[in-house]
């Protein structure tokens, strides 16, 4: 099993749609996670990070559940602007990153 | 936010030479710092974590003689492919790690990315 896994996609959503993605981490030792967006021949940059009570950040919304060891991020009324990866980032506890290999979100008109 | 800053942002050079990437945090002091590859449509794979002031710790597969990490200081880590080949060519993306306040939550900011191209 990977440690960080997610759904590659693409999710193809009109604008205003709600969209979801989820990501799995293997070890339970995982201490800090994060979303990151990147767009096509761009570096990552820092979207949110997940906070165990959850989060929201405007349409963004990041939740954890250690139980299961999935953290989420939930888009509400898509823009085209949204469209990107979504990366998927546990830290373990020594801070080394781990990457999942991203989610492509499409979002058309 | 914090910005990380990354040079040169492209090059192209022939088989067999050197080249180097810098990685500078601009607005932090930055102990631990990352040196990533991505290839077209895949992950981002992490090849080593340079620490300031001792050596860089390599990711399984990844040549230690190959790629050459310097981390001299806080706002600054090199990257120096040695005797690069066509097979070298990929999206080389450092990252810095912001340890933030005390009790926060650390996290890593990343450069723009250095596209490297060997003909």
């Known amino acids: 099993r990977k440690e960080v896994e997610q759904d590659p996609g693409p999710f193809n959503v009109p604008e205003g749609a709600t969209v979801a993605f989820n990501c799995t981490y293997s070890?339970?030792?995982?201490?800090?996670f994060f979303w990151y967006r990147q767009d096509c021949r761009k570096e990552p940059k820092l979207l949110m990070s997940v906070y165990s009570s959850g989060n929201e950040d405007g349409r963004f919304t990041a939740q954890l559940n250690r139980a299961s060891q999935y953290i989420s991020l939930l888009i509400r009324d898509s823009k085209l602007s949204d469209s990107a990866t979504y990366l998927c980032v546990v830290n373990k506890g020594s801070y080394i990153p781990t990457f999942g290999r991203g989610t492509s979100l499409i979002v058309h008109p | 936010g914090a910005v990380v800053s990354q040079h040169p942002s492209r090059v192209i050079c022939k088989s067999g030479t050197s080249v180097k990437i810098e990685c500078r945090s601009l607005?932090?002091?930055?102990?631990?710092m990352f040196w990533y590859r991505q290839f077209p449509k895949q992950s981002l794979m992490l090849m080593a974590t340079s620490n300031e002031g001792s050596k860089a710790t390599y990711e399984q597969g990844v040549e230690k003689d190959k790629f050459l990490i310097n981390h001299a200081s806080l706002t600054l880590s090199t990257l120096t492919v040695t005797s690069a080949h066509p097979e070298d060519s990929s999206f080389y993306i450092c990252?810095?790690?912001?340890?933030?306040?005390?009790?926060?939550?650390?996290?890593?900011?990343f450069g723009p990315g250095t596209r490297l191209t060997v003909l």
């Open positions: 990252s810095a790690r912001d340890p933030g306040l005390a009790g926060g939550s650390d996290t890593q900011y």
């Open positions: 607005d932090f002091q930055a102990t631990t």
């Open positions: 070890n339970s030792a995982s201490q800090s």
